[in-house]
């Protein structure tokens, strides 16, 4: 299956600062990526679709301008949470839709605001 | 409106059969998955069946679909430690672009020896 890489795994910032989170598609070129969010020992909830070239599609009440996405090569797509707060604390993860309507998961970053 | 929703927990005997369950709403699903994730970790996608079959069997895995009650289910055979994880099921609509996953709320599955 194809590999989907996250960068950083885990990330601690303070409160008011921005932190961006790749999602990178090792093997195949992607022009659509999802970005997620799971708080601890819940599902996952889908943030938005990230297409390639174009605008991000946000789920309803998700803050597009406070979780800006970023998707400028069909391998990479980006997802800066801007003037984090501790409620942002959660664990992202994206994945990519290679063939048909199988999606691969990307490992997950996990992210702390004091 | 899209729901799905397992049980929370279920715990199993080593060399025994987990089966989890999962219940969905919306009946245009398309195809429905089994994804499993250990702790820290992503998603990892066990299998998935198409909504116009029954049932599906990969290896210790079994998927069995009931549409009429909106009702699908994972066996594992011979359950081992390493099984030991949350496990997600999902539906997805294939809108003729990318498809979107709902989840359910998903199960722990405790291996005990």
């Known amino acids: 299956g194809a590999v989907v890489s996250q960068h950083p795994s885990w990330v601690i910032c303070k409160s008011g600062t921005s932190v961006k989170i790749e999602c990178r598609s090792l093997?195949?070129?992607?022009?659509?990526m999802f970005w997620y969010r799971q708080f601890p020992k819940q599902s996952l909830m889908l943030m938005a679709t990230?297409?390639?070239?174009?605008?991000?599609?946000?789920e309803q009440g998700v803050e597009k301008d406070k979780f800006l996405i970023n998707h400028a090569s069909l391998t990479l797509s980006t997802l800066t949470v801007t003037s984090a707060h501790p409620e942002d604390s959660s664990f992202y993860i994206c994945?990519?839709?290679?063939?048909?309507?199988?999606?691969?998961f990307g490992p997950g970053t996990r992210l702390t605001v004091l | 409106g899209e729901d799905v929703e397992q049980s929370l927990f279920l715990s199993v005997r080593e060399g025994d059969s987990s089966v989890i369950n999962c219940t969905y709403t919306?009946?245009?699903?398309?195809?429905l998955y089994w994804y499993k994730q250990e702790p820290g970790a992503g998603l990892q996608l066990l299998t998935y069946?198409?909504?116009?079959?029954d049932m599906k069997q990969d290896q210790r895995l079994t998927v069995l679909l009931n549409k009429k009650d909106k009702h699908l289910s994972l066996r594992i055979a011979d359950t081992q430690t390493g099984d030991s994880a949350i496990y997600f099921c999902a539906e997805s609509l294939n809108t003729g672009t990318a498809s979107k996953l709902t989840f359910g709320t998903g199960t722990r599955l405790q291996v005990t020896l």
């Open positions: 994945s990519v839709i290679i063939l048909g309507n199988e999606q691969f």
């Open positions: 919306d009946s245009s699903s398309t195809y």
């Open positions: 990230s297409n390639e070239g174009s605008k991000a599609t946000y």
């Open positions: 069946i198409f909504s116009n079959m």
């Open positions: 093997d195949f070129q992607a022009t659509t």
